[in-house]
């Protein structure tokens, strides 16, 4: 079997951020049992270990091509002995009987069964499973569980919501959210953000953002956009976030941490006859109804803090929290969705582009459909 030396891998930056990873993955059969370990990681609460094993799936999907033997991975970045381990068993086997445990695993099936629920954490996927619990229907008969709104959305629509949504419905989306936000405001502004903008083929949701060209006057303009949704008819669920962006605080160095922009969680009905490509197209008689229920997100940033939603919200997750760490690790910098605060210089730095967040961070610029860490 050919190997590639180890120089053919050589300079790959254990930073996401300085890297870049299409939507092309030649290594599809790792990183799908490391996105599977992660996520059983995840569910028992091994952080450290979660995040060894979405880092080293990372660095997989960034090689220009399939890896055939170990020695190829030789000098890689964020390849741990575990992940290393698995590798070999998957080169060797072509399976991973460790992934296969667990997928097995009755606490992990129904944890991920639960989680794949609108509104449905870890935490309460826990819950639910120390009680005893193991269908969706065992959940939805029980009579002592106290769903929240969101949850009971997510029960409402989860056959619709489960499914993927696909370029062409994102695209039908687009369409009404702009013609939508334009009725209100001709010169808001409008981008496509999310896994969308990166070039993905498929997603969970459809992510926008969305601010006006004047400080200040994009404080109402998302109620407006809720309300004409709703006055369409296509509003199916409504989870408003109103903004508790304070300009005088500094960025929070920590991922985990939430934006505090003015947002909404939605569920929106698309109807079949707005998509692209199935227009007029006489669909399955089980399926007949003609729509569908989609998530999608909607952010408003004030203008002057533009750039850095953008960056945050494109993604990906891996992408964002490398660029977080390389800030802070390499540059003494701290940067969130918000902002850029250079901690040496006691400055906060200002960006209206994408570019300028990249450039004061002395970093490369790296397109979205190159940042599918
Ligand atoms: N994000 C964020 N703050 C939130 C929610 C999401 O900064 N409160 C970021 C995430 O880190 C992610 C991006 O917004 O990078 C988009 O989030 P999401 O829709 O969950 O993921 P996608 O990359 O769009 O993937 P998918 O296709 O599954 O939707
Ligand atoms: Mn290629
Ligand atoms: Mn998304
Ligand atoms: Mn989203």
């Known amino acids: ?8 891998v050589a300079n790959v ?82 399976r991973s009987f460790k992934v296969e445990e ?55 629509y989860y056959s619709d919501i489960s499914k993927a949504v696909s370029k062409a419905e994102a695209k039908a989306l687009g369409c009404i959210i702009e013609e939508t936000v334009h009725w209100i405001a001709p010169d808001a502004i409008l981008a ?46 409504c989870e408003y976030q109103g903004s508790t962006f ?3 605080k500094l960025p929070s160095w920590r991922f985990e941490d939430m934006d ?16 692209e490509g199935e227009r007029g197209l006489q669909s399955d008689p089980g399926d007949s109804r003609g729509w569908r229920a989609v998530r999608v997100d909607l952010v408003a940033p004030p203008v002057d803090r533009y750039a850095f939603a953008l960056l945050g919200w494109t993604g990906s997750r891996q992408f964002g929290r490398d660029l977080r760490t390389f800030a802070y690790k390499e540059r003494q910098m701290l940067l969130d969705n918000h902002a850029l605060y250079d901690k040496t210089k006691k400055l906060f730095l200002p960006a209206t582009t994408e570019e300028d967040i990249f450039a004061h961070l002395g970093l490369e610029y790296v397109e979205p459909w190159q940042r599918n860490a």
């Open 192 to 237: 496509l953000t999310g896994g969308f903008r990166r070039g993905k083929e498929y997603g969970h949701d459809v992510d926008f953002l969305l601010t006006m060209p004047e400080m200040g006057k994009e404080e109402g303009l998302l109620l407006h956009v809720i309300d004409r949704l709703r006055d369409q008819g296509i509003l199916l669920y």
């Open 13 to 94: 930056s254990q930073y996401a951020c300085q890297r870049r990873t299409t939507t092309e993955n030649h290594n599809k059969i790792f990183t799908d049992v490391m996105e599977e370990l992660a996520e059983s990681s995840e569910f028992n609460e091994s952080k450290g270990p979660c995040l060894a094993f979405r880092r080293a799936a990372s660095v997989l999907k960034s090689l220009p091509s399939a890896v055939h033997c170990l020695e190829a991975i030789q000098g890689l970045p964020c390849l741990g002995e575990h992940t290393k381990a698995v590798m070999e068993e998957i080169l060797t086997f072509g």
């Open 260 to 275: 505090h922009f003015q947002k909404c969680f939605l569920i929106l009905r698309l109807e079949q006859g707005q998509v």
């Open 102 to 156: 667990i997928r097995c695993d009755e606490r992990y099936q129904a944890l991920k069964l639960f989680t794949s629920v609108f509104g449905v954490g870890p935490k309460t996927a826990e819950k639910w499973y120390r009680r005893g619990l193991r269908s969706l229907k065992e959940i939805l008969t029980e009579p002592n569980i106290q769903l929240n709104r969101m949850q009971r959305a997510g029960f409402l």
């Open 246 to 248: 304070d300009v005088s």
């Open 1 to 8: 079997v050919y190997c590639s030396p180890p120089t053919a």
